[in-house]
Antibody
Framework: QVQLQLSGPGLLKPSQTLSLTCAISGDSVSSNTVAWNWIRQSPLGGLEWLGRTYYTSKWNTEYAPTLKSRITINPDTSRNHFSLQLNSLTPEDTAVYFC??????????WGQGALVTVSS | DIQMTQSPSSLSASIGDKVTISCRASQYISSRVNWFQQKPGKAPKLLIYDASNLQSDVPSRFTGSGSGTDFILTISSLLPEDFATYYCLQIYDVPFAFGQGTKVDFK
């Protein structure tokens, strides 16, 4: 059974950088049949896909255009996890952040979610 | 970018009711739609993938249909544990996009 465990700080100030990690058990970040995604959910409930990383014969990353200048997603093969960095935070980045596995044409396993609040 | 328009935004229903939720894509997306159920404080749970395929361990009262641009999630007979918020997701092309959600509550 695949399990995803998020970790990272819950309270940040505007202009700071968010760093979250998603630890994978039951699968490999280097698997060439899956992709590793970040999604967030605003306080009003809307879900937003942020980006993903996946391995084919090389590492690939794809980002939401609205965040492309501020976001980095990296795999860590030694720790079997992947990370999200989002810089230049504003209060609009306040959300619950999720990581999820992409398998074929689905997001089938999700982490538990982590509330991130951006406030001065 | 592909947008997903989901309706209704909320609905009230009773135990045993049949419930239908719709999603319309802004352009052709084949059958690349997921449906999720979310309860408060929890991550979304995958119900349906590829528009009509039931995820393992999901009860058969949930069905999905559609292809191209129009998609429907049906709950054939509502049970108490089905009161939740439901979302569609287009997974045809990045950036992936979710519908706005449908909250199903008790009439």
């Amino acid at each position: 059974q695949v399990q995803l465990q998020l970790s990272g700080p819950g309270l940040l100030k505007p202009s700071q950088t968010l760093s979250l990690t998603c630890a994978i058990s039951g699968d490999s970040v280097s698997s060439n049949t899956v992709a590793w995604n970040w999604i967030r959910q605003s306080p009003l409930g809307g879900l937003e896909w942020l980006g993903r990383t996946y391995y084919t014969s090389k590492w690939n990353t794809e980002y939401a255009p609205t965040l492309k200048s501020r976001i980095t997603i990296n795999p860590d093969t030694s720790r079997n996890h992947f990370s999200l960095q989002l810089n230049s935070l504003t209060p609009e980045d306040t959300a619950v952040y999720f990581c999820a596995r992409g398998f074929r044409s689905s997001l089938d396993f999700w982490g538990q979610g982590a509330l991130v609040t951006v406030s001065s | 970018d592909i947008q997903m328009t989901q309706s209704p935004s909320s609905l009230s229903a009773s135990i045993g009711d049949k419930v239908t939720i719709s999603c319309r894509a802004s352009q052709y997306i084949s059958s690349r739609v997921n449906w999720f159920q979310q309860k408060p404080g929890k991550a979304p749970k995958l119900l349906i993938y590829d528009a009509s395929n039931l995820q393992s361990d999901v009860p058969s009262r949930f069905t999905g249909s559609g292809s191209g641009t129009d998609f429907i999630l049906t709950i054939s007979s509502l049970l108490p544990e089905d009161f939740a918020t439901y979302y569609c997701l287009q997974i045809y092309d990045v950036p992936f996009a979710f519908g706005q959600g449908t909250k199903v509550d008790f009439k």
